[in-house]
């Protein structure tokens, strides 16, 4: 049977990981389309994902060529978030660009 002493020690780890368990991750994906303009998805990399002109060049092209790209890994409220902004500005324009966000692989 389990002291008191270890039964306390379970006690304190478990409130410890609870506290410290990182949140679930969320990759935010943007998808190709055959019409949404290559400077525009560059504008809305550096605008909403923070990527400098190069980085935003890179993973435009990368979704133009294999048909989605990763723009950013994010706590659940902040990928939603973006992907409520891409869609906005996307929408503003009247360009179908499409942004979904996902369960990020486990690393
Ligand atoms: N395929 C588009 C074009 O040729 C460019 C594009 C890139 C569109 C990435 C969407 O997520 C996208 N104009």
């Not at 780890?13 to 389309?33: E, F, G, I, T």
């Not at 055959?34 to 400098?52: C, H, S, W």
């Amino acid at each position: 049977m389990a002291t008191h002493l270890e039964n306390q020690r379970a006690t304190v780890l478990d409130r410890q990981s609870a506290k410290l368990a990182p949140p679930p991750m969320y990759q935010v994906v943007l998808l190709n389309d055959d019409y949404t303009p290559m400077e525009f998805v560059v504008a809305v990399l550096q605008r909403i994902f923070g990527k400098n002109e190069d980085e935003a060049a890179h993973i435009m092209l990368k979704v133009h060529h294999e048909g989605r790209g990763v723009c950013g890994v994010y706590p659940r409220d902040i990928a939603a978030t973006r992907v409520e902004m891409v869609r906005q500005m996307a929408h503003a324009r009247q360009h179908p660009l499409q942004c979904v966000m996902e369960p990020a692989p486990e690393a």
